[in-house]
């Protein structure tokens, strides 16, 4: 990434004594989507509110195009936010509401009526200019935030769960959106989520984040199919991760029996932790596979089955087009390539070598 | 620059404070005063006290005015929360009429409530500690109404519904379902009725006729013959004693809504 | 509305009957019974000459100087309450509950011992004056002046304006005071532009709690100015205190047809539901 717009560089911050990030780096570039995925408490709102300047941290910098900007106040910042709780205005129309930062920067007001219109019609809400934003649904609302925010043509753009209030439909529609908008204004989206399938759509480059500290960085595909520890691959998307023993390079051992696989490096005889992708296990006759064990669960998921086999006291969870009974005894089979060997995490939260 | 306004609201509190408490300062400083004068310093004393527990007067006044304040305000819920359910439920434009009404008692100057009410009383009861008690409950039911119907609009009917739905009666579903929703409501509006009868003194003076008094008619009356100082006396105790019931109560609520939850949602 | 929904709202209406039975008892009748003394001249013939007498020089006179303290004490008082709410709310007290405390102690003492002893520190050889003499000032000269009874009202009355525009200030979601920020407000426009905005509810219920009390009460006026400086509280109740309950009642109606159309008017830009924002 050669041009980038914004840097956090060392930055630490605890809450009550409790250590929310430690020791945090990350670099965006212009006009990338990038999105910081965690569960809740991880810290991901807080680098949005120190970017945002709500939050001063206790240690480390924060630049933008290279000037420091850590001690900058909100008003100051070249950056704008969209609010989880969408934070209208109520006590302001709608066009109001979006004109709020163009008055204060003394804009003319026929720019600051082109700009409503604009705003308005690049998140399909023409014609609600007087509308109250009590009066609007709650994706309206976030529509209205999103006006609000972009008509300041902010260099970086700052999303804290914008979608997270929305019910799945509405969800889906506005992730389309923000995308078509992302493309439409051409600016650095930094995204907020917990929710996985959010991000894993949406974004440039996905920063997947627990206790304060990045677990892996990179784009979709391969944080989904090449994820780096268990919380990655637990995280994102449904896995299989199973204790293994790699035997050596291209053999590990799992319930006893030796797999072939591809990952080396892991030296001979150690623990490691073993992920495979419920849709990358096959269902065979039994005694056919590397494993057999018995059907003890199927649920109709609409385009697949869900399917629980157990093999001695681990549920294998596979995904298949084709129907087992429960009951029945069946092999379980796996290309080598799917089978993705992690090490053992000596702590907690260990960081991981960055994808960068 | 962050440190500056730091200050500077410390110090305007603190003005603020000042000119609130200076006043009571006074009167504590001169409960201890061991002269008559309320100029000159006579030395440290605590007679005031010993004289305000024998000065049956006083007690009788501070009785009254418990008393009045506590049954008016108690009164005042029972008609006031049902009143407030009452009224949710009425049509837009009785609905109006009666939270018009309402308002009456709160707009109107107190000296005209405490005349209307006293050229009305006298059709009908002597004066006395019933036709007070009548006028507070009647300032009071308003304060109550204004503080339940905020809970009551944001209740769910739902969930009473919910109640008679899995066989409760309507009584049973009142006390168990809807009232713990409008405590708060009923709290602060119980609260509120309390201070201000106990705050009365206008209506108090107009609608009491002879020989009840409540501690504020007591010290208007004590004025021209000058203030008993057990009266400062008093009011240092009323005042320590009204400290501690709130600092208690600040105590609990803090326990209560720990602000914890809402620093994670942050995070 | 289907009709078992509207049965049980009918029958929910039904809470409000002994509130209702209580407000014409106590409201509605005193009130007839007041209209009807003010427009009596005592001899049984109808006259408006109780209520019109409100006019007269000497009443108008007290009339004017009541709208002088009501204004002045309410303009004050939210002047003065505003920083204090904004300072409690930057310090963070707000969620100590410590300064809802210390707006609220002072209600619980006797007003008119606060007012005796504030009459104590204003008066010409008093504590202010001590203070001052010492710290080598002039003494200030403002017992028994209109300025005594303006601090006075303002004093007593203050914790009534600060309690529901605290209340209204901190029901205001941090949300959307950081959404301003975030699009380029100054402290200065927040409070502008949000803050006061959003906070307008508590300031007419403040308004309400004080304009009228501050205009008619007659004991600060009787301690802090003299005796000589009347407000029109003073003025009714000496009328009913000499036994003139007709003019008594006419300023009294006066008075009220007064405080309603001006609260009408204040009131007009507020919205329905939002009057209840007292406490």
């Known amino acids: 990434m050669s041009d980038v717009i914004l840097q956090l560089k060392n930055i630490t911050k605890s809450f009550d004594g409790k250590m929310i990030l430690n020791d945090f780096n990350l670099d965006i570039g212009r006009n990338e989507f990038v999105t910081l995925l965690g569960p809740s408490g991880c810290g991901k709102s807080t680098i949005l509110r120190i970017i945002g300047g709500f939050v001063r941290p206790d240690k480390g910098r924060v630049l933008f195009e290279g000037e420091d900007i850590t001690m900058l106040p909100p008003e100051k910042r070249n950056v704008n936010t969209v609010f989880q709780k969408y934070s209208l205005f109520p006590h302001m129309s709608v066009a109001d509401n979006i004109a709020f930062g163009l008055k204060l920067k003394k804009k003319s007001s026929q720019y600051i009526k082109d700009k409503i219109d604009y705003a308005l019609k690049l998140v399909n809400l023409d014609g609600y200019e007087d509308r109250e934003p009590l009066s609007l649904s709650g994706g309206q609302q976030q529509r209205v935030a999103i006006a609000r925010a972009i008509v300041n043509e902010p260099e970086v753009l700052l999303l804290d769960e914008p979608l997270g209030a929305l019910d799945l439909k509405l969800r889906h529609e506005m992730q389309r959106e923000l995308i078509k908008i992302k493309k439409e204004v051409g600016i650095t989206f930094l995204y907020v989520t917990h929710d996985q399938e959010e991000a894993l759509m949406m974004s440039d480059r996905i920063i997947v984040m627990n206790k304060g500290i990045i677990q892996q960085a990179g784009d979709s595909k391969s944080i989904y199919d090449e994820p780096q520890n268990a919380f990655v691959a637990d995280f994102i998307g449904e896995s299989n991760i199973i204790d293994g023993i790699m035997v050596r390079d291209c053999l590990v051992n799992i319930q006893g029996v030796d797999f072939t696989c591809v990952d080396t490096g892991f030296g001979e005889n150690n623990p490691v932790d073993v992920v495979i992708r419920p849709e990358d296990l096959e269902i065979v006759k039994a005694g056919e596979g590397y494993l057999t064990g018995q059907v003890i669960s199927i649920i109709f998921k609409g385009a697949y089955y869900e399917i629980k086999v157990k093999v001695d006291d681990y549920e294998w969870m596979i995904q298949s087009v084709d129907p087992a009974p429960i009951g029945e005894f069946v092999g379980l089979t796996i290309d080598p390539d799917n089978i993705q060997i992690m090490h053992k995490p000596v702590r907690d939260d260990e960081e991981v070598a960055r994808d960068e | ?267 | 509305m289907n009709e078992t929904e509207a049965r049980s709202t009918n029958r929910r209406s039904l809470l409000s009957g002994p509130y209702l039975v209580w407000i014409i008892g106590f409201t509605v009748l005193p009130l007839i019974v007041i209209f009807r003394f003010a427009l009596s001249d005592g001899a049984g013939h109808a006259t408006l000459s109780n209520i019109t007498a409100i006019f007269s020089p000497i009443h108008r006179k007290a009339m004017w100087f009541s709208l002088k303290i009501a204004i002045g004490c309410t303009v004050f008082c939210i002047l003065l309450s505003y920083p204090m709410v904004m300072a409690m709310k930057h310090l963070g007290l707000s969620k100590k509950g410590f300064s809802l405390f210390i707006i609220i102690l002072p209600m619980w003492m006797n007003f008119i011992l606060r007012i005796l002893a504030l009459q104590m520190i204003l008066s010409n050889n008093g504590i202010l004056n001590l203070f001052l003499t010492k710290l080598g000032f002039e003494p200030l000269r403002i017992a028994n002046t209109e300025t005594a009874v303006m601090i006075g009202a303002v004093y007593d009355y203050l914790p009534y304006m600060m309690l529901p525009i605290y209340t209204a200030i901190m029901e205001i979601n941090e949300d959307v005071i950081e959404a301003a920020k975030d699009l380029g407000a100054g402290s200065f426009t927040v409070f502008r532009k949000i803050i006061l905005p959003l906070s307008l509810p508590g300031l007419l219920s403040g308004t309400v709690m004080v304009f009228v009390p501050s205009m008619t009460s007659f004991v600060i006026s009787n301690l802090l100015g003299g005796g000589k400086l009347q407000l029109i509280g003073n003025v009714i109740e000496q009328e009913f205190m000499t036994g003139n309950r007709y003019v008594g009642s006419g300023l009294s109606v006066a008075l009220m047809i007064f405080v309603l159309i001006s609260m009408a008017f204040t009131m007009r830009h507020n919205t329905e539901g939002k009057e209840s924002v007292v406490w």
Do not use: C
């Open chain 2, 1 to 267: 620059m962050k440190r500056l306004k730091d200050i500077a609201s410390g110090i305007y509190i603190g003005l603020i404070g000042v000119l609130l408490y200076a006043p009571i300062l006074v009167l504590i400083v001169l409960s201890f005063n061991n002269s008559r004068s309320r100029v000159v310093w006579g030395g440290f004393t605590l007679d005031w006290y010993s004289k305000l527990f024998s000065n049956n007067q006083i007690k009788e006044a501070l009785l009254t005015t418990v008393i009045l304040a506590l049954a008016s305000a108690v009164i005042a819920v029972l008609i006031g929360v049902p009143g407030a359910i009452g009224i949710h439920a009425l049509r837009k434009r009785p609905y109006k009429v009666m939270m018009g009404l309402t308002n009456i008692p709160m707009l109107n100057a107190d000296i005209v409530t405490g005349i209307a009410l006293m050229l009305w009383f006298v059709h009908f009861i002597p004066l006395g500690f019933g036709s007070v008690l009548l006028a507070h409950i009647t300032f009071n039911i308003p304060y109550v109404i204004l503080s339940v119907m905020p809970r009551v609009q944001q209740m769910n009917i739902a969930t009473y519904e919910a109640s008679r739905d899995l066989g409760a009666g309507p009584v049973y579903s009142f006390f168990k379902i809807m009232l713990p929703e409008l405590v708060p409501g009923i709290l602060s509006g119980f609260f509120m009725a309390f201070t201000m009868s106990m705050d009365d003194f206008v209506i108090t003076y107009f609608t009491k006729g002879a020989g009840v008094n409540t501690l504020s008619t007591m010290i208007y009356g004590q004025i021209r013959k000058g203030i008993k100082p057990e009266m400062y006396a008093l009011s240092t105790l009323i005042f320590l004693v009204v400290s501690a019931i709130l600092i208690i109560v600040n105590a609990l609520s803090d326990r209560r809504k720990t602000p914890k939850k809402n620093i994670e949602e942050r995070i």
